[in-house]
């Protein structure tokens, strides 16, 4: 990547000598193509807030589920690129997520096998230009959403790392996500921007993607000893109890058992290319995502609980053009300051919908 500053990359470049191959073929190029996977399930990972483990989630969430035998597709839509980089995945000279919403090129087409489990879509910095480049393109947010239903991608499980930012990139991730999974960093400021974040989740799923749930959240850098820490927890806990009265997107939510410690060797293990699983695979940072993978795949048995009435009535298309304006039905914990009840102009806009639903659109942030 070219802004990386020169400074960082002597020690990265010698450990990288062999970077992972630009794909050669279509989707039987891939290990984990033995079949199309009926159901895939695809995920966001997702907050606006920066640096707080997202695509150390992402990478490591999703090869913690591949080494449990389970074709995983990480897909990096992140103009940062981190994710790519962390499995030493560069884009200069050939496609990537970014042609896909861009073009569009099929996902298939840009993904890299890394493991026979374990593929990944890398991005590029060009995703930089995305929202500017479609400002006038009908139903830009639903384009990754298009491309993964009109080609299905041959893994389970389709982990999206999202950048720290509730606009155009992340929007597209929303509306072609089945879940989100939140990672959060446990103390005050952290837990302010969740009431956004839950709004405008919940604004898509209104809008464009009525299967959009909130399956929970993951505590990062966590540190059990600190005070605030805990009270972010209960509070954090009491809040997607409390919710389980009302139909939101997060009523099924929780907050993840299996938390993420601290762990010097999750920061390590990109400049290796490696996940935390082959880079070390003692240390507490691969004994807790390997946990967080049971967790996750545990959540995934088929029990589906019947939605409420009221939920089963907003899963139909909305025809309402007022509902942007509404504020999600629970309201996130004391901790956090709550969404704000007031429209949100510059965060979601219509846009004319391509086909199916009405469709919501982007903001910058
Ligand atoms: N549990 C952890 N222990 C120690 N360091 C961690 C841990 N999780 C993440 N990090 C480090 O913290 C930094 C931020 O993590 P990460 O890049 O995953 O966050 P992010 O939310 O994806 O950031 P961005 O918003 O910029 O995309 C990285 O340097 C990463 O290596
Ligand atoms: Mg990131």
């Known amino acids: 990547m070219a802004d990386i500053p020169a400074t960082a990359m002597p020690a990265i470049v010698l450990r990288r000598s062999n970077p992972v191959p630009a794909p050669t073929g279509g989707v039987l190029a891939l ?16 907050n606006q807030k920066g640096g707080v483990g997202k695509t150390t989630t992402t990478a490591n969430l999703g090869a913690g589920i591949a080494m449990l035998g389970r074709a995983v597709c ?16 560069e884009t200069a000279d050939s496609p990537s997520t970014y042609d896909v919403l861009v ?4 996902v298939e087409r840009v993904v890299r096998p890394l493991t026979d489990t374990l593929s990944l879509a890398p991005a590029s910095v060009d995703l930089a230009g995305l929202e500017t480049q479609l400002a006038s393109v009908p139903g830009r947010e639903q384009r990754l959403r298009q491309q993964l239903d009109a080609a299905p991608l041959p893994a389970e499980f389709i982990l999206i790392d999202c950048p720290p930012s509730l606009g155009l990139l992340t929007l597209n991730a929303l509306a072609a996500a089945d879940e989100v999974i939140i990672p959060l960093q446990p103390h005050f400021f952290a837990l302010q921007g969740l009431g956004q974040l839950l709004q405008t989740v919940s604004l898509v799923q209104e809008r464009i993607n009525p299967r959009l749930r909130v399956a929970g959240v993951v505590l990062c850098m966590f540190e059990r000893i600190t005070r605030l820490a805990n009270e972010v927890v209960l509070d954090l806990q009491a809040f997607f109890e409390d919710a389980r009265l009302h139909a939101t997107p997060w009523s099924g939510a929780k907050v993840f058992e299996s938390v993420v410690r601290r762990n010097i060797k999750l920061a390590e293990c990109p400049s290796h290319g490696l996940s935390i699983f082959d880079y070390d695979a003692t240390c507490n940072g691969a004994k807790d995502y390997a946990d967080l993978a049971e967790e996750f795949l545990e959540m995934q048995a088929p029990v589906v609980a019947a939605p409420p009435a009221e939920q089963t009535e907003r899963d139909a298309p909305d025809e309402r053009t007022d509902s942007l304006t509404e504020p999600p039905r629970a309201q996130p914990p004391a901790t956090a300051p709550g969404p704000t009840p007031e429209p949100l102009p510059q965060h979601v806009q219509p846009s004319p919908p391509v086909h199916g639903p009405p469709s919501a659109d982007e903001h910058t942030s």
């Open 31 to 46: 290990p984990v193509a033995q079949s199309i996977m009926a159901d895939v399930k695809t995920i966001a990972v997702m």
């Open 103 to 106: 073009e569009p090129m099929p």
């Open 74 to 89: 990480l897909l990096d839509i992140d103009p940062q690129c981190h994710l790519s980089l962390h499995f030493n995945v």
